[in-house]
T-cell receptor
Framework: DAKTTQPNSMESNEEEPVHLPCNHSTISGTDYIHWYRQLPSQGPEYVIHGLTSNVNNRMASLAIAEDRKSSTLILHRATLRDAAVYYCILRGSGGYQKVTFGTGTKLQVIP | GAVVSQHPSRVICKSGTSVKIECRSLDFQATTMFWYRQFPKQSLMLMATSNEGSKATYEQGVEKDKFLINHASLTLSTLTVTSAHPEDSSFYIC????????????FGPGTRLTVT
């Protein structure tokens, strides 16, 4: 499995934008970049995914580098409910593809 | 988004007993289900992958005779922890993948197992 590298933790002030980086230098051409987040004592929640182009949804935006070796999850206005561990994951495109979790980034939101 | 449920959400059992955890996809057919284990302050660790009607594929180091997985239908998979011991106490999470969007995985809320 291609690996991802994320900072262990980050802090953000409430109502401020947050940029969560992820490096994936060994990504293959068919790997999608997925982001999940996990609130305490809950299962992971899908946030967003993309292949090459930047993506937006109601939860976040995903900015993907042109060489695809890194990506950034953008939360436009952090709220206290966004405090969670954010996982950046690479996943193949077809059929059964297992998701392997790295250590993720623990985001702390300061009121 | 798609919904995956787990039952029970919490279970306490005595050492040596077996515990069954159910994972259901509520509004889609899950061709593949995954089982994870998560210890406190650690990331999720994939235990096994099951395809409906087939035997589960276990990750290295996971005992298949201890963690029995059954995926008998497109909406239900079960994980049975046999002869549980305190070191099996953990947070067990399932996830499901459908045919329509195989690139998306939907996770259950998790089951907290405590073995006394």
């Amino acid at each position: 499995d291609a690996k991802t590298t994320q900072p262990n933790s980050m802090e953000s002030n409430e109502e401020e934008p947050v940029h969560l980086p992820c490096n994936h230098s060994t990504i293959s051409g068919t790997d999608y970049i997925h982001w999940y987040r996990q609130l305490p004592s809950q299962g992971p929640e899908y946030v967003i995914h993309g292949l090459t182009s930047n993506v937006n949804n109601r939860m976040a935006s995903l900015a993907i580098a042109e060489d695809r070796k890194s990506s950034t999850l953008i939360l436009h206005r952090a709220t206290l409910r966004d405090a969670a561990v954010y996982y950046c994951i690479l996943r193949g495109s077809g059929g059964y593809q297992k998701v392997t979790f790295g250590t993720g980034t623990k985001l702390q939101v300061i009121p | 988004g798609a919904v995956v449920s787990q039952h029970p959400s919490r279970v306490i059992c005595k050492s040596g007993t077996s515990v069954k955890i159910e994972c259901r996809s509520l509004d889609f057919q899950a061709t593949t289900m995954f089982w994870y284990r998560q210890f406190p302050k650690q990331s999720l660790m994939l235990m096994a992958t099951s395809n409906e009607g087939s035997k589960a594929t276990y990750e290295q180091g996971v005992e298949k005779d201890k963690f029995l997985i059954n995926h008998a239908s497109l909406t239900l998979s079960t994980l049975t922890v046999t002869s549980a011991h305190p070191e099996d106490s953990s947070f067990y999470i399932c996830s499901a993948q459908g045919q329509v969007k195989p690139y998306e995985q939907y996770f259950g809320p998790g089951t907290r197992l405590t073995v006394t």
